[in-house]
């Protein structure tokens, strides 16, 4: 296994949260494939999904049924995303709202529906419909560690994160799980995550704690560049701790949101070290821009070029592509006397042009570490950012080539 793959941690039962896996045989025989949350009633529900204009029916459905009320389950599919499928797609996702709504006897507007595979096939509702009375059967606090597995597709390694924080005296828990390999570039990629937490929390507090932390997180990670047809992301506050329901933006709610970006950190970070074929986790910085704006598009230059990206796979200290890709970012009035780049501590441009002390060894050093920094020096403003990616190897062309077979 990759060394940068990290065995699953511990994670702690959240009050409120029961989790249940079967194997429906959506896609694979004897594999977890069918994952349901059951929230406790009086859980509030925040969500992200997709930008993705070609999103999939279960993103339209999670949409419309999160906006008439408080969930009481969520259900995830792997193997099939019901994405391209037309106006059949979305009554299948309804169906299948139907299907757990009945065995759990809640309305089909209480289920969020969530699916992830491959595009453009009929989701098969009658696997889904013999799978979910295992899935119910099972419910469980302690269901997470087997949800980490069964909502994985290309993913190697399950991931999920925890947290237990003391606020005031009282104990509060958040717990993630999350799946994502390829098609990453999460903009709210193959990718799904769940959060929850036993705090209580009102609506909108909610959901700025969550755009809050998937800004910082899941929305500066890339794999490939491509984003979704599916992606969501959804944090759950059961309000079933002993803390007090947290109904302003104080001290109380900022531990708790540095929590659960934490959380969603930990978890976008592990979709990168799991990137499909990925052998080197590296965070691109850029440093001294003008905007927000500008020093994500010199990062995702940098992190989406092939050529950078090989160079990375073959521990080659290939400066020239890193340059050439701050050059066509299009940063107007770039003034390339100001830039300086850097491999880790190695300085390679100083002031626009090779360092005068550079040496290709020390380069090469660099570059044979699994996990690097390549970092930006724009020397235009005071506005820093970075964003995570990894390399580009043969193995995630072999992986994507026969992803259908």
Same mark, same amino acid.
């Given at each position: 296994?990759?060394?940068?793959?990290?065995?699953?941690?511990?994670?702690?039962?959240?009050?409120?949260?029961?989790?249940?896996?079967?194997?429906?045989?959506?896609?694979?025989?004897?594999?977890?494939?069918?994952?349901?949350?059951?929230?406790?009633?009086?859980?509030?529900?925040?969500?992200?999904?997709?930008?993705?204009?070609?999103?999939?029916?279960?993103?339209?459905?999670?949409?419309?049924?999160?906006?008439?009320?408080?969930?009481?389950?969520?259900?995830?599919? #792997?193997?099939? $995303?019901?994405?391209? =499928?037309? +106006?059949?797609?979305?009554?299948?996702?309804? /169906?299948? *709202?139907?299907?757990? &709504?009945?065995?759990?006897?809640?309305?089909?507007?209480?289920?969020?529906?969530?699916?992830?595979?491959?595009?453009?096939?009929?989701?098969?509702?009658?696997?889904?419909?013999?799978?979910?009375?295992?899935?119910?059967?099972?419910?469980?606090?302690?269901?997470?560690?087997?949800?980490?597995?069964?909502?994985?597709?290309?993913?190697?390694?399950?991931?999920?994160?925890?947290?237990?924080?003391?606020?005031?005296?009282?104990?509060?828990?958040?717990?993630?799980?999350?799946?994502?390999?390829?098609?990453?570039?999460?903009?709210?990629? #193959?990718?799904? $995550?769940?959060?929850? =937490?036993? +705090?209580?929390?009102?609506?909108?507090?909610? /959901?700025? *704690?969550?755009?809050? &932390?998937?800004?910082?997180?899941?929305?500066?990670?890339?794999?490939?560049?491509?984003?979704?047809?599916?992606?969501?992301?959804?944090?759950?506050?059961?309000?079933?701790?002993?803390?007090?329901?947290?109904?302003?933006?104080?001290?109380?709610?900022?531990?708790?949101?540095?929590?659960?970006?934490?959380?969603?950190?930990?978890?976008?970070?592990?979709?990168?070290?799991?990137?499909?074929?990925?052998?080197?986790?590296?965070?691109?910085?850029?440093?001294?821009?003008?905007?927000?704006?500008?020093?994500?598009?010199?990062?995702?230059?940098?992190?989406?070029?092939?050529?950078?990206?090989? +160079?990375?796979?073959?521990?080659?200290?290939?400066?020239?592509?890193?340059?050439? &890709?701050?050059?066509?970012?299009?940063?107007?009035?770039?003034?390339?006397?100001?830039?300086?780049?850097?491999?880790?501590?190695?300085?390679?441009?100083?002031?626009?042009?090779?360092?005068?002390?550079?040496?290709?060894?020390?380069?090469?050093?660099?570059?044979?570490?699994?996990?690097?920094?390549?970092?930006?020096?724009?020397?235009?403003?005071?506005?820093?950012?970075?964003?995570?990616?990894?390399?580009?190897?043969?193995?995630?062309?072999?992986?994507?080539?026969?992803?259908?077979?």
């Amino acid at each position: 296994m990759n060394l940068l793959k990290h065995k699953l941690p511990e994670l702690l039962p959240v009050a409120g949260i029961r989790l249940g896996t079967a194997s429906a045989g959506i896609r694979y025989p004897d594999r977890p494939d069918l994952v349901v949350l059951e929230l406790a009633s009086g859980s509030r529900c925040a969500a992200v999904f997709t930008q993705n204009a070609f999103c999939a029916a279960p993103v339209t459905v999670a949409r419309r049924h999160l906006r008439s009320g408080s969930p009481r389950y969520l259900l995830v599919n #792997t193997g099939n $995303a019901n994405a391209g =499928t037309g +106006a059949q797609g979305l009554l299948d996702a309804v /169906q299948c *709202c139907e299907l757990l &709504a009945a065995d759990t006897g809640c309305g089909a507007a209480d289920v969020l529906p969530f699916s992830t595979g491959v595009i453009g096939e009929a989701l098969p509702v009658e696997r889904i419909a013999a799978g979910l009375p295992d899935a119910v059967a099972c419910l469980a606090d302690s269901g997470w560690q087997d949800a980490a597995h069964g909502i994985l597709t290309t993913d190697t390694v399950p991931k999920g994160a925890s947290r237990r924080l003391d606020i005031d005296g009282h104990t509060v828990t958040v717990t993630g799980i999350a799946k994502g390999a390829g098609m990453i570039r999460p903009d709210m990629a #193959t990718m799904l $995550a769940f959060i929850a =937490t036993d +705090a209580g929390l009102g609506d909108a507090l909610l /959901q700025t *704690c969550l755009e809050r &932390a998937v800004t910082g997180s899941f929305n500066r990670i890339t794999v490939d560049g491509d984003t979704s047809t599916n992606d969501a992301c959804v944090l759950v506050a059961t309000g079933l701790s002993d803390l007090p329901a947290i109904l302003t933006a104080d001290s109380h709610y900022e531990m708790l949101c540095e929590a659960v970006v934490d959380i969603c950190t930990e978890l976008a970070q592990a979709i990168v070290r799991d990137g499909e074929g990925a052998t080197k986790f590296v965070t691109v910085a850029v440093e001294h821009g003008m905007s927000t704006d500008e020093c994500l598009q010199v990062a995702y230059t940098i992190a989406h070029s092939p050529l950078v990206k090989t +160079a990375l796979f073959a521990s080659d200290p290939n400066w020239g592509r890193i340059l050439a &890709a701050v050059g066509r970012a299009g940063i107007p009035d770039l003034d390339l006397a100001g830039v300086d780049i850097f491999l880790d501590e190695v300085c390679i441009i100083s002031h626009g042009e090779i360092a005068a002390d550079y040496r290709e060894a020390a380069g090469q050093q660099v570059m044979e570490r699994d996990e690097i920094t390549i970092r930006t020096v724009l020397g235009r403003g005071n506005v820093s950012e970075r964003v995570w990616t990894c390399d580009l190897s043969y193995d995630y062309v072999k992986i994507n080539a026969e992803y259908r077979s």
